[in-house]
């Protein structure tokens, strides 16, 4: 057993000593870093050590370069390491207003309240670390809200235009119940006033529709603002009842130019930073950028808001905007827009919801009756649901949003960016993660970033700033004595040498440095390689060289290496906690030995819960126990799965011993004299025994099928068992004659009882079926007169063959 465990023992420390590699190595020191800036930029775990002292003979700069841990661990000072983390600092952090209605006396209250938590906040990055905030958004009850109901004024709108009129007080009673400041406002569109969306035929221009009653037409127009956002609901349905329909010749309209102007033009429209919802109510399709080419128009839209007199200027001469266009202007004014059109093309208004920010497309009834319910459900499905954006990020750089909304768990992903079923009142938040890429050569810039929710006008400001230096480049020592006597500068620890100096301390001239006889000072013993053939001879000493494949070399003539020690459990010298591998050797600290310092000096490990080492049944080597016997295994050789138990072991005497069963008294003398009894009453007086590991608690069935329970406890020698027997014994009773026959007799009756009512149920089925069979056949007997051969009918026919009708 011992060979086994020293040979298995020999394969784990001597496993390929290559296989594992701190995990900075490659990632900090594969670039060849020469600076405590590229060190940053290596890596998130990259950190720097500035003390001039830090390097043995032979190391090279870049070895300065590795995870903190590691550098701590190779004698670094803590002081001294260049170790940067990022930050988050919050600049602007005005708490969520709780109870906006306390605050209606002062003036402009709106921009007092806060739904969004913080406002601004500075992000100090370190390429490749993540840096988190967290951004909090809460529904305010009573915010104000803005609606601008733009509306399609052509021909077949006509219907429509008495329920409008109905909408302002209808519409204002209903937002009572959400908010007590709602304002309205309105506007019109037809489409552009050139062929062919329209005649140019005076009479035409004048009255589209070619009829005077009820009232002609009103000419046709492109897009006309016609209220401003009042909180008069008179005025509103005074305003509509007063407007006449137009008209013009092609189904689509012209209702994306309407929706540029009525989100750009904000001074005109009345817009305030609140809740803005935008009505478009029409029956028809709308034209797209491209389509101005059918009358001769070929500018593109601007986007920039041209309303002189309310009425758009520039439909005639610029294009129609695109689709991508629209959705970013309403994005960009935080405008959430609810699209009322009837069934005929709702299809094509529902493609626009991957589109838009924030969109509903609600089915409008023919003559516009339900608009008021469509507006409430709009809004109240809009406003349910947050969904976080962002601005353009710089390049290179990432960000992640994890969601925790109401009655659900974190969400990653685009699902992390939304949360829905929010009501007034709920307070939802996004983790928001972003990470900054490797730093260019050149000065990174502060970026800024904004992080709002789609549809609302408050934002979070994020300033992002890079970590691309070391606070030790400030401190740079120009001339140092340090630097062979002014010969470079010193900077982080590093000589940067003067023109013509080379060297780790500047030290040699450059010309000289080159000649074949120094490099004597470079080779071991009689080698004939210079510096082992890993690395170059520069004034007289080593520099090695450095490879992100192979193992890194150091010393005196590059004879060392950190990557050919033995591994224990997968690691260099057992890991950290037991030693570190040098020049191709374990240390190990004081409480280990052994090649790969797999054995601890602790006997810790091999202690069983009765403080025993290896539970008296073994010895204990590096901290695994060897058992004496090959049935005991387990940690602490604790475990016999092949060997009985405590109880099964002593039941025979037990048995005899208390109760007279199984062993004869002369064999029961002999075999279990080392077994002291102790007889108790109840099986319960057992239960209060103090619990203890030396304790066994036993049940065993006797030979008559009885159950006995009893305790074992060792006693003070060896060889002697304590053992307390009840004498009661848990005996099975008979079986019960009575009710075993009672219950099989009538089970008997109850089956024959069961199989006559089936006979006869059966029986009564076929008789009622003969029966019906007979009284079907005796309704259907009838005489037939042909088959009588006696039978002659008193008829007679003659028929003259030579009778001619007339």
């Known amino acids: 057993m011992s060979l086994l465990f020293a040979v298995v023992l020999l394969l784990c420390c001597r496993c390929d000593a290559t296989g594992t590699q701190d995990h900075s190595d490659h990632e900090c020191q594969s670039q060849g870093v020469r600076s405590c800036g590229e060190c940053l930029a290596a890596g998130p775990h990259c950190a720097w050590c500035t003390e001039e002292t830090f390097l043995e003979v032979g190391r090279s700069i870049w070895e300065r370069c590795d995870t903190a841990r590691v550098l701590l661990r190779r004698g670094c000072p803590s002081d001294r390491l260049e170790d940067p983390r990022g930050s988050t600092v919050l600049l602007k952090n005005k708490k969520i207003t709780l109870h906006p209605k306390e605050q209606r006396t002062q003036a402009r209250w709106h921009k007092q309240v806060t739904q969004l938590q913080p406002q601004s906040v500075q992000m100090h990055l370190r390429p490749g670390e993540p840096q988190s905030l967290e951004v909090r958004f809460k529904r305010v009850e009573d915010y104000p809200i803005d609606l601008y109901y733009l509306m399609d004024l052509s021909f077949s709108m006509e219907d429509d235009l008495p329920n409008v009129k109905k909408l302002g007080a209808d519409l204002m009673e209903e937002m009572r119940n959400t908010t007590s400041d709602f304002r309205m406002g309105f506007g019109a569109f037809v489409d552009k006033t050139v062929m062919p969306y329209i005649s140019t035929a005076k009479d035409m221009l004048r009255n589209p529709c070619k009829r005077t009653k009820p009232w002609p037409c009103t000419p046709p127009f492109t897009y006309r603002h016609l209220l401003s956002l009042t909180a008069n609901g008179s005025q509103f349905a005074e305003l509509v009842g007063g407007q006449r329909i137009s008209g013009n010749l092609d189904s689509p309209e012209g209702g994306l130019d309407a929706l540029v102007q009525a989100a750009m033009c904000e001074e005109q429209i009345g817009w305030r930073n609140v809740t803005r919802l935008l009505v478009f109510s029409t029956d028809a399709g709308f034209h797209l950028a491209g389509d101005g080419k059918l009358g001769g128009i070929v500018l593109p839209n601007d986007g920039k808001c041209h309303l ?306 290896c539970g008296g049944r073994g010895d204990c080597h590096c901290g695994t126990c060897i058992c004496h016997d090959n049935r005991f295994q387990g940690p602490t050789c604790e475990l016999c799965p092949s060997c009985p138990s405590m109880c099964t072991l002593h039941r025979e005497c037990v048995l005899c011993r208390a109760f007279t069963l199984g062993l004869s008294p002369e064999e029961c003398m002999v075999k279990c004299a080392h077994l002291n009894v102790t007889l108790v009453g109840q099986t319960g007086v057992l239960a209060t025994a103090h619990p203890s590991l030396s304790l066994h608690r036993c049940m065993e069935v006797d030979m008559e099928g009885c159950r006995v329970h009893f305790l074992l406890r060792a006693g003070e020698n060896e060889d002697s068992i304590h053992a307390r027997v009840a004498l009661e014994r848990e005996c099975p009773s008979g079986p019960n004659v009575i009710l075993i026959t009672a219950v099989l007799s009538g089970s008997v009756v109850v089956l024959g009882v069961a199989l006559l009512l089936l006979w006869k149920l059966l029986t009564s089925i076929h008789d009622r079926r003969e029966f019906a069979r007979f009284q079907r056949e005796l309704e259907q007997r009838r005489w037939n007169r042909k088959d009588n051969p006696i039978y002659k009918s008193a008829i007679t026919t003659v028929v003259n063959p030579k009778y001619k009708e007339h």
Do not use: W
């Not at 120009?478 to 590093?494: F, I, K, M, R």
């Not at 440095?513 to 490099?519: A, P």
């Open 308 to 613: 002189e007199e309310n009425v758009y200027t520039r439909g005639n001469s610029q294009d129609y905007p695109s689709v991508a266009h629209v959705a970013e202007t309403l994005r960009r004014k935080n405008i959430q827009i609810i699209f009322a059109v009837t069934e005929e093309v709702t299809r094509l208004y529902e493609g626009l919801r991957s589109i838009f920010p924030k969109c509903a497309v609600a089915t409008l009834s023919n003559n516009s009756h339900n608009i008021l319910q469509i507006i409430v459900e709009a809004y109240n499905a809009l406003t349910s649901e947050v969904v976080m954006e962002n601005s353009k990020l710089p390049p290179g750089f990432s960000i992640s949003y994890t969601s925790h909304c109401k009655n659900s768990g974190p969400r990653h992903g685009e699902q992390g960016r939304r949360c829905s079923n929010i009501s007034i009142g709920d307070e939802v938040s996004f983790n928001v993660s972003i990470t900054a890429p490797r730093c260019a050569t050149a000065s990174q810039r502060p970026s800024r970033v904004i992080i709002k929710p789609q549809g609302y006008g408050e934002e979070v400001e994020v300033l992002l700033s890079s970590i691309c230096e070391c606070s030790c480049q400030k401190d740079v020592v120009p001339h140092s004595p340090s630097c062979s006597h002014g010969n470079g500068t010193l900077e982080c620890g590093v000589c940067r040498c003067n023109e013509g100096r080379v060297g780790v301390s500047c030290e040699c001239d450059g010309e000289e440095s080159g000649e074949v006889v120094e490099s004597h000072l470079c080779r071991r013993g009689n080698a004939s390689e210079v510096c082992s053939g890993r690395g170059e001879c520069v004034c007289g000493r080593c520099v090695c060289g450095k490879s992100s494949k192979k193992p890194n070399y150091y010393g005196q003539f590059c004879e060392c290496s950190d990557f050919g020690c033995d591994q224990y459990r997968g690691m260099q010298c057992g890991g950290e906690g037991r030693g570190r591998c040098v020049c191709g050797e374990c240390k190990c600290l004081p409480a280990f030995r052994g090649r790969a310092c797999e054995c601890p000096l602790s006997l810790e490990s091999c202690l069983s819960q009765d403080g025993q080492i």
